[in-house]
């Protein structure tokens, strides 16, 4: 029967090999980026493969966090009727790069931003909470967009056609947007700080404002000269506060501003392996186009009254989410913060061949993981013997990354203790701990390395708790 069987599921992997319905890895994709999705070919990366973990802990600390923030959180669809986009002047400007199709008789769109959608929130709470709605009014989505992107632009998780953006807007009036500014600046510095454990100091950061052409303004450059000129003082305004504020320094560049608005750039440089990158870490960007097509300067004066002029600033602290994955796990060698890790503790058996002390090896490190899991980590068992324990180490720590190693051998379980060893990014080497064990031993784990969740609790108020067996990983 179990001969049987065997032959039975061999059978059904061979077909579905030839169907070609097995991803298999693509060498052609950044290493990182394979061990958090597997890539159909097409620009689609499938976060299956310890990614899921990863995104589903991320959008979860974000929303928090935009929540404690003020922000009010949206989630709204992945199509829409392509009125919507005819209204925002997508469909005019942006169609090359649209999902187009029909639904019965009516044209619909995949939908390429989300800044349509969060202004039809907006004009939603604005009619039916008229001046109960507080301004400045700033909407998060974590929203996954679809753009048609050519196939030899496509490059693993850097460049695909299926992504997600940290997206939020502001509609701030005018006298707040300074404000509103540096508090997007903030945001990121939080984030990039306390969750990505990434230092931002005036060394590697700039700001860079891009501007209109004073002379281009009604031309080239849409909108009113007094919309252009107070937005432009509310950029430099924010940008010289953040300069006494944290140090940051900021240039101008003019006439490279987008024909609807000014913004605002964070720049940080990198080195790696020797050659100077720029990352590009948040945006603000000013809108004077899309209140105007969808008349939110007339809606809000209807209930604000005559006199108060907005701004609708587009924002995102990471851009796309991919994007930002790939270029951070080739930042940190693939090693990511404990909070967001796929595999958050390895629970390492080293087996001396005695029936008996392996006995209680074995059974050490299974209440460990199985407690870690109850407490909603995610945690993988592996065994290996004193003579092949300097390889897997190597191959777990190096190649894996788990976010915490423990080891059990011996000496651990014949005086009650554990071997833990996390990593510490800000020192970018492991740190190893005695842990001395009682008749809870995942509790003193946890308490152990409790700081590294520190920042996300500072961030978000909590620490995602999404369990999971990842020993199949390790
Ligand atoms: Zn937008």
Redesign the pocket.
């Known amino acids: 029967m179990q001969k049987e069987n065997e032959k039975i599921a061999k059978t059904h992997m061979d077909y579905a090999y030839e169907l070609d319905l097995v991803i298999k890895p693509d060498s052609r994709v950044p290493l990182f980026d394979r061990e958090y999705a597997a890539f159909s070919g097409a620009g689609v990366p499938l976060f299956s493969l310890g990614g899921g973990y990863y995104r589903y802990a991320l959008i979860d600390i974000l929303a928090r966090f935009h929540a404690k923030r003020g922000y009010f959180i949206a989630e709204t669809p992945i199509i829409a009727s392509s009125y919507l986009y005819q209204v925002s002047g997508h469909i005019e400007f942006f169609r090359q790069n649209m999902f187009l199709f029909k639904i019965e008789d009516h044209d619909f769109a995949i939908k390429p931003?989300?800044?349509p959608y969060?202004i039809l929130v907006f004009l939603s709470h604005l009619a039916r909470f008229r001046q109960k709605v507080a301004l400045p009014f700033k909407i998060f989505e974590a929203g996954r967009v679809h753009r048609y992107e050519p196939s030899g632009s496509l490059y693993g998780l850097l460049r695909v056609r299926a992504f997600t953006q940290d997206?939020a807007?502001i509609i701030t009036p005018e006298e707040k947007a300074v404000e509103s500014l540096v508090s997007v600046f903030e945001e990121m510095k939080l984030l990039m700080e306390k969750l990505f454990l990434m230092k931002l100091d005036p060394e590697s950061i700039t700001l860079r404002l891009s501007l209109s052409d004073k002379e281009k303004i009604g031309t080239e450059f849409m909108g009113t000269r007094r919309e252009w000129e107070t937005a432009e003082a509310a950029l430099e305004e924010a940008a010289k506060t953040l300069k006494d504020k944290y140090g940051f320094n900021y240039f101008k560049e003019e006439g490279e501003a987008a024909f609807y608005g000014p913004k605002i750039d964070v720049i940080m440089r990198v080195e790696e392996s020797g050659i100077e990158k720029e990352w590009q870490l948040g945006t603000a960007q000013f809108?004077f186009n899309l209140p105007r097509r969808f008349k939110v300067y007339g809606a809000v004066r209807e209930i604000y009254g005559e006199e108060t002029n907005i701004f609708i600033i587009?924002r995102a602290l990471m851009g796309s989410l991919e994007r930002f994955l790939s270029v951070y796990l080739d930042y940190t060698k693939g090693r990511m913060p404990f909070p967001l890790s796929p595999v958050q503790f390895a629970v390492v058996a080293i087996k001396i061949g005695d029936p008996e002390i392996d006995e209680k090896i074995a059974g050490l490190v299974k209440r460990i993981h199985k407690g870690l899991l109850a407490e909603g980590y995610r945690t993988g068992i592996v065994e290996t013997t004193k003579t092949s324990l300097s390889g897997d180490v190597r191959r777990i720590e190096s190649t894996i990354k788990p976010a915490v190693t423990i080891y059990v051998g011996a000496r651990e379980v014949k005086e009650g203790f554990v071997t833990v060893r996390p990593y510490i990014h800000e020192k970018k080497r492991r740190i190893s701990q005695k842990v001395n064990i009682g008749d809870n031993p995942h509790l003193d784990v946890i308490n152990a390395i409790k700081s590294l969740e520190d920042g996300v609790l500072e961030l978000a108020g909590y620490s995602p708790r999404i369990p999971g067996d990842v020993s199949h990983l390790l």
């Open positions: 931003m989300n800044c969060h997206d807007h809108d587009h």
